[in-house]
């Protein structure tokens, strides 16, 4: 028995009909029930849906076997774990933003306001840029319209809602996409059953 | 070994068994002080899991540390004249922990090996961390790898500290697809590339992972890993913990710290690996060691806690009641007696909760008897 953990919202959704194709296929989830584990016995695997920045704890510490998890995750929070597929599905980008006007001083420390401080911290320490970190939570782009922050560093899906807010994307920082991630230890012990899954989930990407 | 031992933590159980292994192949206890000098430490650093460190000042004013590390402590007291040295411990670290972001004590018992390393040697220490698995749990894999054929791997890739630190980060990760994004931006040539894809991808048999990984040696520093690798696996073929060793040639850690072979043991139910160590002679000689060769494992008991600080059998195999009417000479011949059967007792005035499984007897008087609940 294989335990998946996948993200609640569309990603996940998405992924859970690619593991309905390649053969593990689960009744429950579609269901319309409150349950939270869904387990299909006859193809040897369980999935629950959890938070899509709870993944990657659910893998690490061995809850799930296995997860998809985005990219920005597992570099924000540097999770001891294999990271054996790139789905190549829920592009996005990591970005620095600002509003359309905003010329860098590089004689005073940079505001940055972000969810993603690990990120962001790698990113300006690989260009020496002396930066202020302001730790939000949501609705990253009031930072710099407040005058809260210089720039925001976060995740732009299609620039609209920057657009919308008058800021830009200045610097593209990485592409993201989501991850097929296994916990160590269960690797070692079902290596078949996670190295079937890895390859029948690339197979049926490339279609 | 249970037996009259059956009140002991199973960890603690745990701990007397693997003293008796390591005693049995003529490993010596090594024993240290809680403290050394944050001096010793700093200069280290580069050997020592993480950056944080206690400190305090001592009573003459010195800077120390409650320890963060055996392996350092055992290698600097290593005796020099000596051919080699079989050491073994069971000791507490102080470490920062990642997941609290607290320091955490944790339990480590392993064993060192300092001076000449034979190939009969190595077997034995792997043999060891197999046993020590299974005295955890009989469902245990211990993982083998050989630092030299990562590293002779990536002398084939590049030469660029920075680029061969994000490499090894990948090798870990077995994240093939962005090992060949970062060695297409960067112009790596392709057939290492290739054969770093093919090693990330586990076998179906140790026999199968060899070959593969001979038929792909792209130098002599990768050659020879994969030999070394072979003739240890020939020899645990003769025993029957062959079927508990799992050979993955893109495992890899601190090159700065391994040299040769690396071990990581795993056992059921426990998310993380349990037992690491391997060959790290640089260490030796960064001590000024005559002598330049050690290999050596921990277990990490921090990561066993909840599957094994459990007990068998809690509270004892009777309990007496007594009161102030109780004669205190049947009193004493009923405990005495018990005691000699080897039966343990609690002489209690007041029959107490959660009693489990424990026979109940009262002295009332001159009378003893059994009580039912």
């Known amino acids: 028995m294989i335990s998946v953990a996948l993200p609640k919202g569309r990603l996940g959704n998405k992924v859970f009909d690619i593991f309905a194709k390649i053969g593990y296929d689960c009744d429950e989830m579609h269901s319309d029930s409150r349950q939270l584990v869904f387990t299909s016995e006859e193809n040897g695997i369980s999935y629950f849906l959890v938070k899509p920045s709870d993944v990657s704890i659910y893998v690490e510490h061995g809850a799930a076997d296995i997860g998809i998890v985005g990219k920005d995750i597992l570099l924000e929070y540097e999770p001891d774990v294999y990271e054996l597929l790139d789905l190549g599905i829920g592009k996005c980008r990591m970005c620095v933003a600002g509003k359309n006007d905003f010329v860098d001083n590089p004689d005073v420390a940079l505001r940055v306001a972000t969810k993603f401080v690990n990120i962001a911290k790698t990113y300006y320490k690989s260009i020496n840029r002396n930066i202020e970190i302001i730790k939000l939570n949501g609705s990253i782009e009031l930072a710099p319209i407040l005058d809260l922050s210089d720039v925001i560093v976060d995740i732009v899906e299609t620039g609209t809602t920057l657009k919308e807010n008058n800021l830009d994307v200045l610097t593209e920082i990485l592409p993201i996409s989501a991850r097929l991630i296994a916990n160590k230890a269960s690797y070692k012990f079902k290596t078949e059953e996670i190295n079937n899954i890895v390859t029948k989930f690339s197979e049926e990407l490339k279609k | 070994m249970s037996g009259n031992l059956s009140f002991l933590y199973n960890d603690e159980l745990t701990v007397l068994k693997l003293r008796k292994l390591y005693e049995d192949r003529g490993f010596k206890k090594f024993r240290m002080s809680k403290f050394e000098s944050y001096d010793f430490y700093a200069r280290n650093k580069d050997f020592l899991v993480g950056n944080r460190i206690i400190t305090f000042t001592d009573l003459n004013g010195k800077l120390m540390a409650l320890k963060p590390d055996v392996t350092l402590s055992i290698v600097k007291n290593a005796d020099n004249t000596a051919d080699r040295q079989k050491l073994y411990y069971t000791e507490n670290v102080y470490r920062e922990s990642k997941d609290i972001h607290e320091f955490k004590e944790i339990s480590q018992v392993g064993l060192e090996v300092l001076g000449d390393i034979d190939l009969f040697q190595t077997v034995e220490i792997i043999t060891l961390a197999v046993k020590s698995l299974l005295e955890l749990d009989e469902n245990a894999i211990l993982e083998i790898s050989h630092m030299g054929y990562t590293e002779g791997l990536l002398d084939c890739l590049t030469n660029d500290t920075h680029l061969r630190a994000e490499l090894h980060k990948l090798f870990k990760e077995k994240n093939a697809h962005d090992l060949i994004k970062l060695a297409e931006s960067n112009s790596l040539p392709k057939s290492p590339v290739n054969t770093a894809v093919d090693v990330m991808s586990c076998k179906s048999s140790n026999d199968e992972t060899i070959e593969n990984a001979l038929s792909n040696a792209l130098n002599n520093r990768m050659q020879e890993a994969v030999k070394e690798v072979s003739a240890i696996f020939s020899l645990l073929k003769k025993t029957d913990l062959d079927k508990h060793i799992r050979i993955d040639f893109s495992v890899t ?70 009161n102030e009417n109780s004669d205190i000479n049947i009193l004493a011949d009923f405990c005495n007696k018990l005691s000699a059967d080897g039966i343990s007792y609690n002489a209690v005035t007041k029959i107490p909760e959660n009693i489990c499984n424990s026979k109940v007897y009262s002295v009332d008087g001159t009378d003893v008897k059994e009580v039912t609940l």
């Not at chain 2, 002679?281 to 330049?292: E, F, Q, V």
């Open chain 2, 253 to 322: 850690d601190d090159p700065g710290y391994y040299n040769g072979i690396l071990m990581h043991g795993y056992v059921h139910s426990i998310p993380r690996d349990v037992l690491s160590g391997g060959r790290y002679d640089s260490l030796m000689s960064k001590m000024g060691k005559d002598k330049t060769q050690a290999m050596g494992f921990a277990i990490y008991f921090d990561a066993l806690d909840r599957k094994l600080h459990v007990r068998n059998k809690i509270g004892t195999d009777v309990i007496v009641v007594y």
